[in-house]
């Protein structure tokens, strides 16, 4: 297992963006203060495409959240950096149960987490990902469902907003051309008399695969054909 010590430069960037959002409650007067895993994955985001993350990607994934099942755009890298960081105790995790029966998880920084020092360029950068730009207070990540599902950051102090992209899926296209086995396969529209087998597309483009049940040892004896 790896030491604290060892924390990769996106690990100490994204330890320090929960630190902002954490706080270890002592009394009603200080109370304890956890990041939203929703919050959470839309900073990671707007980290990425500001490119402060610099080892992390993102991929769509269908999220079941309060508001229904939503696309996001995730980074797995950064999903398991959060596990790394819990093994570590220097991240912990709380599970909620939202009003409408959905398990929410929340994360804040453990006292341990507080203690690992942070180069001061890495929270130059994260600070303007997660902090208004007017007046420096810290952001916080909304939801609204019109007109269409939409994620934002708002800062509470000066009321500005700014959307997120983190439920834009891009579209990717594919470019794709079917593949046949040369051996022991033919296309073969008419003839059977193949030695293994044969494929067979009909006229809905549906391709079946005949296999030679049995092989004959002379031609009298009866074909016989499995579809595979
Ligand atoms: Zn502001």
Not at 42 to 61: E, K, R
Not at 77 to 106: F, G, H, P, T, W
């Amino acid at each position: 297992m790896m030491s604290p010590l060892e924390l990769t430069d996106d690990q100490k960037k994204l330890l320090y963006l929960i630190s902002q959002f954490s706080n270890i409650g002592r009394n009603l007067e200080d109370p304890d203060v956890w990041l939203k895993e929703l919050a959470l994955r839309t900073f990671i985001f707007q980290g990425i495409i500001d490119q402060v993350f610099t080892g992390y990607d993102y991929a769509p994934l269908s999220v079941d959240t309060v508001n229904g099942r939503m696309f996001f755009n995730i980074s797995q890298e950064a999903e398991d950096d959060i596990v790394d960081l819990r093994q570590l105790d220097l991240v912990e995790c709380l599970k909620l149960i939202s009003q409408s029966s959905k398990m929410i998880s929340a994360y804040r920084v453990t006292k341990k987490g507080f203690k690992i020092g942070i180069p001061e360029e890495y929270m130059r950068k994260m600070d303007k990902i997660i902090r208004c730009n007017q007046c420096n207070e810290l952001l916080s990540v909304r939801y609204e469902k019109n007109p269409q599902d939409n994620i934002y950051l708002m800062c509470k102090s000066c009321n500005s907003r700014t959307d997120s992209d983190i439920t834009t899926i891009e579209d990717i296209s594919y470019s794709s051309k079917p593949y046949f086995p040369k051996f022991p396969f033919y296309i073969n529209y008419a003839r059977r008399d193949e030695k293994y087998g044969y494929l067979q597309i009909d006229d809905k483009k549906t391709i079946k695969i005949f296999l030679r049940a049995k092989e004959r040892n002379d031609d009298k004896e009866p074909e016989e054909w499995r579809l595979q």
